[in-house]
């Protein structure tokens, strides 16, 4: 137990933290971290490669200029940012466990992460709107979702990503820090620094909760709303074709919502638990393997993005 009060400074019984370490994955031995950094990189790479892939096919093709496709690359450049911040040192903790990270760097990582992830969050809502529209209002889509719409929703979703990621980052090293200094983590996350502070941080994660409510749940029921609305839209469709089409339009959105929030809901919605290997497998797959998803399930399957894609490479597309 950290024998720290900070409202005794007369006999200060600490030593103030000024760096941490990532406990990560460092339980596994050497092989079996090998192993992790191999198929991390490989992941890791392949998520730059095909976020690369989308944004030029999009930037490159004047039939992709339109609003799903302009969410889309926006998300892209988003997921690849996201990444960023979190794999290089991941994959370098890997390999030598016991690296430190300064305090300022711990909160600049933080801040990336929770401005990216929310970005995302709610990039997925406007994605989640715009399929909403052109479903349901298909007449008026062109102008609903005009040039100025799409640009305002997406400045709106990195306002909410950079508000709240100034906010957290603010609440958790405003606390003092001191004697325990190993993040039981592979990345600076608002929790497992918190259960390093060695002050009372009940407020601090009740607000925490808070937002997090705010910024998942709150997509969460656009979206099912979204769906609810395009789902009764469709099954009054008259042409099986129809119904088809519209559907598969949907499909990648929707399994790309279903693994991002169900892994972030089930890390930040849940009660405090004790299990944090548990919490970082789980972590692995919205900050590893959803970002890859993401270009993958949505575009990599869409046939007017291979279309783009085969037009690119000097191929003829299939009818």
Known sequence: SLLCSTSAPAKPNFTVVTHFTFEGFSIFGWQHRLILFVVF??????????????????????????PMYFFLSILSMSET??????????????LSPQQAISIPDCATQLFFYLTFGINNCFLLTAMGYDRYVAICNPLR????????????????????????????VSSVFSLPFCDANVISHFFCDIRP????????????????????????????????ISYVLIVSTILKMASAEGRKKAFATCASHLTVVIVHYGCTSFIYLKPKSQNSLQDRLISVTYTVITPLLNPV???LRNKEVKDALLRALGKKPSS
Not at 81 to 94: K, N, Q
Not at 141 to 168: D, E, H
């Open 193 to 224: 620094l918190m259960k390093l502070a060695c002050a009372d941080t009940t407020i601090k994660e009740f607000i925490t909760l808070l937002i997090s409510l705010c910024v998942l749940v709150l997509p969460m029921v656009l979206i099912f």
């Open 81 to 94: 940012c996201y990444t960023v911040a979190i794999i290089p040192r991941m994959l370098s903790s890997l």
């Open 41 to 66: 990189l490989v992941l890791y790479l392949l998520t730059l490669a095909s976020n690369a892939i989308i944004l030029t096919v999009i930037r490159l093709n004047r039939q992709l200029h339109t």
């Open 297 to 299: 399930v949505y575009s």
């Open 141 to 168: 889509y062109s102008v609903v979702m005009g040039k100025r719409t799409c640009i305002q929703l997406a400045s709106g979703c990195w306002s909410v990503g950079l508000s709240t990621a100034i906010i957290q």
